[in-house]
Nanobody, 117 residues
Framework: QVQLVESGGGLVQAGGSLRLSCAAS????????MGWFRQAPGKEREFIGA????????YYLDSVKGRFTISRDNSKNTVYLQMNSLKPEDTAVYYC??????????WGQGTQVTVSS
């Protein structure tokens, strides 16, 4: 069992930046590939990107490429989502998740990001 806690959300103007953090409860955090997702009101949860357990490889949704960066610090059991050049359409609840066997099975409670125009 892995407990995940996101933080860093808030209200920001368009063009601004936020950095989300996701802290994991287990010291075996480095065994998990980690993903970030978001869910806007009235929409399905959307995959944003992921980072391999070693931190060496990342994947991104096309609409966030060049603006969002995922990184991790395994010594701190934490994964980050740096979001730059934010747009109103980035408004959503953002979730981190830990993958086991290629499936995302552990989820945080989410953190709200609101981008004003």
């Amino acid at each position: 069992q892995v407990q995940l806690v996101e933080s860093g959300g808030g209200l920001v103007q368009a063009g601004g930046s936020l950095r989300l953090s996701c802290a994991a409860s287990r010291r075996t955090f480095s065994n998990y590939d980690m993903g970030w997702f978001r869910q806007a009101p009235g929409k399905e949860r959307e995959f944003i990107g992921a980072i391999k357990r070693s931190g060496g490889t990342t994947y991104y949704l096309d609409s966030v490429k060049g603006r969002f960066t995922i990184s991790r610090d395994n010594s701190k059991n934490t994964v980050y989502l740096q979001m730059n050049s934010l747009k109103p359409e980035d408004t959503a609840v953002y979730y981190c998740s830990a993958a086991v066997g290629g499936s995302y099975i552990y989820w945080g409670q989410g953190t709200q990001v609101t981008v004003s125009s």
